[in-house]
């Protein structure tokens, strides 16, 4: 069975509050639900973010293709909301997911954090 | 006895590899060691990054102070860098600390992350 949707109903309030930056955008760290990981961090507008709580599946704005994408549509690698939070200061938030298939990250890695400095992996874009 | 600080050697091709904004900054997220919470996130610029990594506490660049400054200086609640992580497109830095003190947050919070969407909390800057 393909884990269910569970739509977080935000208030308006909750939304109007977020501080978008110039290009009206926060930064949005997923964090897996259970292992606690941090599996990407990406940008979300308004729209992308009210997307995401009510369909219960992350939305994007890709600031390179200059459109909104959803996590797993081509890879299959999906991402199921389950907790989201707001910082302080109000212009970060915070999605915990169940990410479903091989990962977060396009390389196939669990998380796009998979490299550690110092560790002597090739500091390449991949 | 106070936490002791535990260097991290980065090599001059990982921190040349890191892609800066048009700011010069990068977001830096911070989780917990151990709890894997996620503490909050801040800015850092390459000096603020090697800062970070040589000493092995947080330094981050205030954009609206617009200086650096290194996490718990005034408040005494200091981060211990543990590890220290790059994403797949070198745009996102993600450190593990030991979080000294009350927590992160200048509210009291653990976290900064400390208001979930949907929970009725007052959505007011804190």
Chains 1, 2 share one sequence.
Do not use: N
């Not at 992350?58 to 939070?85: L, P």
């Amino acid at each position: 069975m393909p884990p269910t949707a569970t739509p977080i109903r935000a208030t308006a309030d909750e939304l109007d509050a977020i501080a978008f930056d110039d290009d009206g955008l926060v930064p949005a760290i997923v964090q897996e639900q259970g292992t606690g990981r941090v599996l990407m961090m990406a940008w979300m507008d308004a729209e992308a973010l009210r997307r995401s709580l009510e369909e219960g599946r992350t939305w994007f704005w890709s600031r390179s293709r200059k459109e909104h994408w959803r996590k797993g549509d081509t890879s299959g690698d999906r991402q199921w909301v389950r907790e989201a939070y707001y910082d302080c200061d109000l212009d970060t938030v915070l999605v915990v997911v169940e990410q479903e298939g091989q990962g977060a990250c396009h390389t196939g890695e669990r998380s796009c954090f998979f490299r550690a400095f110092g560790s002597g992996a090739p500091p390449d874009k991949v």
